[in-house]
């Protein structure tokens, strides 16, 4: 067994409206993560299982954040894993502000009062090669059957309005636009239900997680296609399967403002670790 691998290794479990996760600390013992442990523990059936596994490093006097997805593939952000983990890291410091460093770039969070805890995901990314899409092309109505738009947040989106979110086989319809060729890096995919105006019923096909209960960054990006087809102002209540997020789109960025929690914390075994890597 390789020397890193001789200690049980702990983690924390937390979820944002269901949207789960598994938290690792590295900021004491940095412990590497290969995409074959990452799917080893995301394994709901033989790990622990999760939507994304985020971990937390201690690099030049900042902290950054690092996230994986359930099939091992890298992911450039994870909205509610970030608040998840700001949460955490603002009690441990007794602050109401902190800044996360990802692939993302430069995060924000806050203490927003009442449990909630917000980010400013950042500014959206709604050119081509940004997102990016295969060819230069419109993002606001894709030629893909449904006319659906396409947004980067650090992580590729493609969002369908729909008559009823309720109706459609995400099961089948998310994979299957997952993998479209117009998106070279995959893309997570949402179908969204205008309720009223800034009011949107959205589902989630995550890329390489499958059906989530939600999705922060899909959030996000559901409210900025909503306000670029002119179905939302800047403020935008989303309703997911798990629950409610507020997204506001500021000069600033994209703020996120939900509710997090901290489910338990635990270790992963020696022997888990030593047949995962």
């Not at 690792?24 to 059936?45: C, H, M, V, W, Y």
């Not at 947004?151 to 008559?163: A, D, L, Q, S």
Request: proline share 4%.
């Amino acid at each position: 067994m390789n020397k890193d691998m001789r200690m049980a290794l702990a983690f924390m479990k937390m979820h944002g409206l269901g949207n789960d996760f598994v938290v690792l600390d590295n900021r004491a013992r940095e412990f590497p993560i290969t995409p074959n442990l990452a799917k080893a523990i995301g394994s709901r059936q033989t790990g622990i299982g999760f939507d994304q596994l985020a971990a937390i490093y201690r690099e030049n006097d900042k902290t950054r954040l690092r996230f994986w997805n359930a099939d091992g593939s890298v992911s450039g952000a994870c909205g509610n894993a970030t608040r998840c983990i700001a949460r955490y890291l603002m009690d441990e410091f007794s602050t109401d502000r902190i800044e996360l460093h990802t692939d993302r770039g430069e995060l924000i969070a806050i203490d927003a009062g009442n449990g909630l805890t917000s980010v400013n995901m950042g500014h959206p990314q709604t050119e081509w090669h940004e997102i990016p899409l295969a060819r230069a092309i419109d993002t606001l109505e894709l030629p893909i059957d449904g006319s659906p738009t396409a947004t980067g947040m650090g992580n590729p989106h493609c969002t369908f309005f729909v008559e009823n979110a309720e109706e459609i086989d995400l099961g089948a319809f998310g994979p299957a636009i997952e993998r479209n060729p117009l998106f070279p890096e995959r893309t997570n995919v949402q179908v969204a239900t205008v309720m009223e105006k800034n009011h949107m019923r959205v589902r989630v096909w995550e890329r390489g997680a499958g059906i989530t209960m939600a999705s922060g960054s899909s959030s996000c990006a559901v409210a900025v296609a909503a306000v670029r087809r002119g179905f939302a102002g800047p403020n935008v209540r989303v309703e997911l399967d798990g629950g409610a997020l507020d997204i506001e789109w500021r000069d600033d960025g994209v703020w996120m403002t939900g509710p997090t929690m901290h489910v338990c914390s635990g270790t992963i075994t020696e022997e888990f670790l030593a047949g995962a890597t």
